[in-house]
């Protein structure tokens, strides 16, 4: 028998963000994420989403021991702006138990439905800065730790009870090259001259942070008519800004800036966390805060999360300068392999750049749906 037990507790809402690292254990593929950062994320207090969201969080629980765990969300700001009555799943989870998957699922469903939605999206977080898409190719490569891992048979569950695809995100893994490639300087150094731009030079994070809010009303911008995709609000991007700027190397971050000083176009990349992630096993302490600053410090893999250029700019090759300044410091800093962020496979645009350098595709995510 499967019991199904929302989640109203400190303790029940601990266990549903512990659960995975028990399914997952001695996995060598998963990236688990930071539990204090789940943590927040999930807490209608601290997470500005909820200004315009609601959540339930389930477990599913079978002779007492927890066997899967589901969120569902409306996200009503999404269904205004896309003129739809959609719920959400996400942080889904659950063993190789087609009684354990489908419970999990009837449940959100039946919330969705006693809400007034007609359609279910998934797996999709609060906003497009959560994890999102279910793994489906990709299964023996170690992802980043901006996306979900996930067992091969999390789809096969899906499709069984009745979702199909609704879209999907792929991402590349790039060899970095020992010299930038001439096409790429050559257009850098043209679209600068002729729109009066220039890369932002800094040395320190915290002068990235004046042009940090920009950043994000160019994000907004470039985002729009992406999937599912909401602006973010001003208090999303302080929320934002003050998550992830602190461990921002400058040196892998490149801003594009106009005659006024707006961002225009900009790129940011990380040193990878994801070794670190999997020995830190979810936890700062003791000794999961170590692993991750010898990852910052030392380290020949960056993840490449967020690019974006402004509607005006776009289509006139700005992604020139924020590539040829991030490969730059790649390569000046024993930089080898680059993971691109993901994205959808029908956005030909993001994939424009990665001809010019050594690639494969790795991994593809998908984002199912279903009407209620």
């Not at 400190?10 to 266990?15: A, E, F, I, N, P």
């Not at 409306?74 to 138990?97: M, T, Y």
């Not at 300068?321 to 730059?328: G, S």
């Amino acid at each position: 028998m499967i019991d199904i037990i929302e989640v109203k507790t400190k303790k029940q809402l601990s266990d549903f963000i512990k659960f995975p690292d028990e399914l997952y254990r001695g996995n060598q593929y998963r990236v688990p994420q930071l539990h204090t950062f789940e943590k927040t994320i999930l807490n209608t207090d601290k997470n500005p989403a909820f200004e315009f969201c609601r959540a339930k969080y389930w477990l599913a629980y079978q002779d007492k021991r927890i066997v899967g765990r589901i969120a569902g969300i409306i996200n009503q700001k999404a269904n205004e702006v896309w003129n739809e009555k959609n719920a959400r799943f996400g942080w889904i989870d659950f063993i190789d138990d087609n009684n354990v998957s489908s419970a999990l699922i009837k449940t959100v469903e039946d919330w969705g439905r006693s809400n007034g939605m007609t359609k279910i999206q998934g797996p999709m977080g609060f906003s497009d800065m959560d994890l999102e898409g279910m793994l489906v190719e990709g299964f023996d490569e170690i992802g980043t730790q901006a996306v979900i891992y996930n067992y091969p048979y999390y789809p096969k569950h899906l499709e069984e009870n009745g979702y199909t695809k609704d879209a999907d995100w792929v991402q590349f893994e790039i060899k970095v090259p020992d010299r930038v490639p001439d096409r790429i300087k050559r257009i850098s150094e043209i679209v600068q001259k002729k729109y009066h731009l220039r890369p932002l030079k800094v040395k320190k994070s915290k002068d990235l942070i004046p042009y940090a809010s920009k950043m994000f009303d160019t994000l907004n911008e470039s985002f729009s008519d992406l999937y599912g995709f909401v602006a973010l609000t001003q208090k999303q991007k302080d929320f934002y800004i003050k998550q992830y700027f602190s461990m921002v190397n400058p040196k892998f971050v490149s801003f594009v800036l106009d005659s006024n000083e707006d961002v225009v176009g900009f790129g940011i990349s990380f040193t990878s966390l994801s070794a670190a992630m999997i020995k830190a096993k979810g936890k700062l302490f003791p000794t999961g805060f170590i692993h991750i600053l010898k990852a910052m410090r030392k380290n020949d893999k960056v993840d490449m999360l967020l690019q974006g250029v402004k509607a005006e700019y776009q289509n006139k090759g700005i992604p020139a300068i924020f590539f040829a300044e991030m490969m730059q410091a790649y390569i000046d800093n024993g930089i080898k392999t680059a993971v691109s962020s993901h994205a959808l496979e029908n956005n030909q645009r993001a994939f424009l750049m990665f001809d010019d350098f050594e690639s494969r595709q790795h991994l593809r995510r998908r984002s199912y749906a279903k009407q209620l």
